[in-house]
């Protein structure tokens, strides 16, 4: 079959969380004897020549992602754009044009969006022929976009601002799913969201898997205290869970343990992420690394605690394959089968949270039997050959669809 994928980043074996996704489909399909191209938009940072899945892709086109807008151009796309805020970094006419120059080229029989930023470039395209097309939604973007509830930051104006946004966002994310020919979701709960918005979609589950060899348990874990957690944090998601986490539970943890460290890994760390970090002994911000599998060992605790988002996290897989027990929120744990004091410690209140990271770190047993349960757990569900199987069926019914 011939496949074009298209990503908001150039996707390469170092990336984190939903590029990784993209990268492992890719390679595990053109292993399988698919041939695959590429087109994505290409960051200064995300640039990656070396990786030699490149040169096994039938076609590989980069177009650089559009600049920031000036305040003058934001204020006239608040007023005339039809495509919504969350969008605009993603928006891009050259995009348009390589997408449909490449599926003329080469005749595909199916191109795969990552993430929704991406389905725009499927939905009034004019420049696309006709072609199947499939959404894969790593998390429903309006929704997503909704500060729960029980935040205190909440107030009447984010309130208000936020309904606004939310339902135009709505409205153009799900006209975006319903001119694709399947959407695809890494989790049973978010294809649930979009079936209860729209009813008449096409929908697949068709989960993230983690690369077992590479995430694996080390053979000796570090000897010092020290928890991680890792995010990409240009998402809003990411930053909120690192101030909120730092501000609230860390003191705690930091009262009982003085000699605790807080290893933080991604890219784009904030101004405000650097000074929170500043003021508060013991976090590093260490930005992108080229491999996170060094952490993974060095740590004692992974920790997730996101309060707003959705979706199927990565970070939260791959911390269970290499063996490493996590202490998570409800929401960053969705998608995932966790059983709370068993194959994870999930906790929404930063004292509860504070008191199971202090449990872990104070037995050594109970570390190493909840990292085992949980890496059995994820070579179980989260199996890239079985996962891989399940898009292979998805993409082979919307090619025969009549």
Not at 47 to 57: A, G, I, K, R
Not at 127 to 139: C, D, N, Q, Y
Not at 182 to 191: A, C, G, N, P, Y
Not at 386 to 391: E, S
């Amino acid at each position: 079959m011939k496949i074009l994928f298209l990503s908001s980043q150039v996707p390469h074996a170092r990336s984190i969380g939903g590029h990784q996704i993209v990268y492992q489909r890719i390679r595990r399909l053109i292993r399988k004897g698919h041939q695959v191209g590429l087109a994505a938009l290409e960051r200064g940072d995300t640039q990656q020549t070396d990786d030699p899945l490149y040169n096994q892709l039938v076609q590989c086109r980069r177009v650089p992602a559009p600049p920031r807008g000036t305040s003058l151009r934001r204020l006239k796309d608040y007023a005339l754009s039809r495509v919504p805020p969350p969008f605009w970094p993603y928006r891009s006419r050259a995009m348009s044009r390589v997408v449909g120059d490449m599926v003329e080229e080469h005749r595909y029989d199916v191109v795969l969006a990552e993430f929704c930023s991406m389905g725009q470039y499927l939905y009034h395209n004019p420049w696309l022929p006709a072609v199947r097309k499939i959404i894969s939604t790593h998390e429903c973007t309006s929704m997503s976009a909704r500060t729960p509830m029980y935040l205190p930051e909440r107030t009447l104006f984010k309130s208000a601002k936020e309904h606004l946004i939310t339902r135009d966002l709505a409205r153009f994310e799900f006209n975006l799913y319903r001119c694709a020919d399947r959407v695809l979701t890494l989790s049973q709960e978010d294809r649930f969201t979009l079936l209860a918005h729209a009813p008449e979609l096409r929908v697949s589950v068709v989960p993230a898997g983690v690369d077992l060899e590479y995430f694996s348990p080390p053979i000796t874990r570090g000897s010092e205290e020290s928890i991680l957690f890792t995010g990409q944090y240009q998402d809003e998601p990411n930053r909120d869970a690192f101030e909120w986490f730092v501000a609230r539970a860390w003191p705690r943890l930091k009262q009982q343990r003085p000699q605790l460290r807080f290893f933080v890994l991604g890219p784009n760390p904030t101004p405000a992420m650097f000074a929170l970090a500043r003021n508060n002994p013991g976090v590093e911000l260490l930005g992108e690394i080229s491999d996170i599998r060094p952490y993974l060992a060095r740590a004692n605790v992974f920790v997730a605690p996101l309060r707003m988002g959705s979706g199927l996290r990565v970070k939260i897989l791959e911390a269970m394959a290499a063996g490493i027990p996590v202490v998570t929120t409800s929401t960053a744990a969705e998608g995932i089968p966790v059983q709370s004091g068993v194959n994870a410690m999930m906790a929404d209140d930063p004292a509860i949270m504070a008191e199971s990271i202090d449990l872990l770190l104070s037995d050594p047993v109970l570390c190493r039997r909840m990292g085992e349960r949980a890496r059995a757990m994820v070579v179980e569900r989260f199996n890239w050959d079985r996962n891989i199987a399940l898009l292979e069926d998805a993409l082979e019914e919307v090619r025969n669809k009549k």
